[in-house]
């Protein structure tokens, strides 16, 4: 969780989502004399067998073209019991156990709300982690070539 804090005071330009749904990144806009633009790439990380993965990105358009004011965690943190619970996910036959996570990140414009999910027996959890140091390009064509590329899709959740 504390990598993320790394995007308060940054622009975002975008955000793109993997087919998996465990990993996600920012397009950075940097204004000045010359623009540049940055992918900084985030992943759901599962502990040990437990499987980890983004269930749903609320309002995805207050973050879009905002600069980001605060990032913290919600307080979702909830167990359920697979077996009686609707899952949009096929999971692994021994995960049955359930926790949900949220993450709000706040601009001017709003609160964008990103709720991720993570099976496992009970004992493991998840968080997010920085995958990689970011992508610096000045080119914005070459940045999103190279991002679909990685098999990313822009977020059209609201």
């Avoid at 980001?68 to 021994?94: F, G, P």
């Avoid at 997010?128 to 140091?133: G, L, R």
Wanted: charged share 30%; glycine share 6%; with cysteine.
């Amino acid at each position: 969780m504390e990598t993320i804090r790394n995007i308060v005071g940054k622009f975002i330009y975008k955000l793109y989502l993997n087919d998996a749904k465990d990993e996600f990144g920012f397009i950075f806009l940097h204004p000045g004399a010359k623009e540049r633009y940055s992918f900084c790439l985030y992943k759901v990380e599962s502990q040990c067998c437990s499987e980890s993965w983004i269930e749903t990105i609320e309002s995805y358009e207050n973050i879009k073209e905002e600069v980001v004011t605060e990032v913290s965690e919600l307080n979702l943190y909830e167990e359920i019991d697979i077996k009686y619970q609707y899952c949009k996910r096929e999971l692994k036959e021994h995960n049955d156990c359930l926790k949900k996570y949220g993450l709000d990140i706040k601009t001017k414009k709003g609160t964008c709300t990103i709720d991720y999910r993570n099976a496992s027996t009970g004992f493991y959890g998840a968080d997010i982690s920085n995958m990689h140091k970011e992508l610096f390009c000045d080119d914005y064509y070459y940045l999103i070539d190279v991002i679909h590329r990685l098999g990313f899709k822009e977020a059209l959740w609201k």
